[in-house]
Each structure stands twice: as C-alpha cells, then as structure tokens.
C-alpha cells in the first residue's frame, strides 16, 4: 500500500465555502504522529466495543497490539472491520481522523521486529517489545500484532474553516 494515491474529495455540505482538502501525505503525517486511538469493533452479538489504545503508521497502515484474549482480540476473529480514530477532543481546533478498514493479523517475525523498533521509537522504553513465535512479548504477556490499510479515511477539519475530507483507496 505504500505509495498509493488515495481519490481525495472534499463534501462541500460538511465544509466552510474557504475550506480546502488537505494533502494525503498531511494526514498521513497526523496519523503517524498521534499518540492515542480508539479502536471500534464488533462482539459477536452486534454490539459495538470501542477503547483506546497506541498505534504506529508503517507500510500503508495503522498497526496496533493486543492480547489474544482481549475483548478486541475475540472481537477481531469474528469480524475484522474496524474504525480507528485519533484527534482532539475540542470542537473547534485541531484535527480528526477516522480510519476504516480491516484488521490483518501481522505473524511474520521479520515485519514484526520492525514494528517493535517503530513501537519503542514513538513511544519510549516502557513499549518494548521481545518478537519471537509471530507475537509481541513484553514481560510475561504476549501480544498479536494487526495492520489497518485503509480502505476510506475520513478528516474534520474544526475550527474556521470547519471541513469535512474523504480519502477513499483503491
């Protein structure tokens, strides 16, 4: 996914008339930068599960962690759509993203150190992570990586001027 070039469309009903879309590579520059998501998915009953969690942008994709046994975790096997949301939590400044796509289990002990190094480089110390058997380790824990390429990304713009952006890939 690297490199593609998301349609880039700006809803004029959600936007101030001075609005602009902003670049993909500007929203993928947020995405790589935001400290905290929140993860939305399925149970298996329909209802929705949503919690924060760290994530790291690599190869095209949001990449986030969790034990095999978490509430997501579960959720994920069932259904692999996801929503991942990062921003701020004023109404009228800063930026919000919405990531939707599905979430791909990441076992290769390869990408996954590469991932462990992003993961400590963004996050300090405290996130480091041992790789080995196709998981994360981390004290006496282990951890199922997953990658989010996105399908659609939707920015809000908030604050003058207000704007509503949609990314959409192929």
Not at 36 to 53: K, Q
Request: glycine content about 10%; proline content about 8%.
């Amino acid at each position: 996914m690297t490199g593609t070039t998301p349609r880039t469309r700006l809803d004029p009903r959600y936007s101030d008339p001075a609005a602009t879309a902003p670049p993909w590579p500007e929203a993928r520059r947020l995405l790589t930068e935001a400290e905290l998501f929140w993860i939305s998915t399925v149970r298996p009953d329909g209802r929705p599960h949503v919690t924060p969690l760290p994530a790291v942008w690599s190869d095209g994709a949001l990449h986030f962690c969790t034990g095999p046994d978490e509430r997501k975790a579960r959720n994920l096997a069932e259904n692999p759509h996801v929503v991942l949301t990062t921003g701020t939590n004023t109404w009228d400044r800063g930026y919000d993203l919405v990531v939707e796509g599905e979430a791909v289990r990441v076992a290769d002990d390869g990408a996954l150190r590469g991932l462990a190094a992003a993961w400590e480089a963004k996050y300090g110390r405290f996130w480091h992570f041992e790789v080995r058997d196709g998981y994360f380790h981390h004290g006496a824990g282990h951890a199922v990586v997953y990658a989010v390429a996105p399908r659609t990304v939707f920015g809000f713009g908030k604050g003058e001027p207000f704007s509503q952006t949609r990314w959409r890939f192929a």
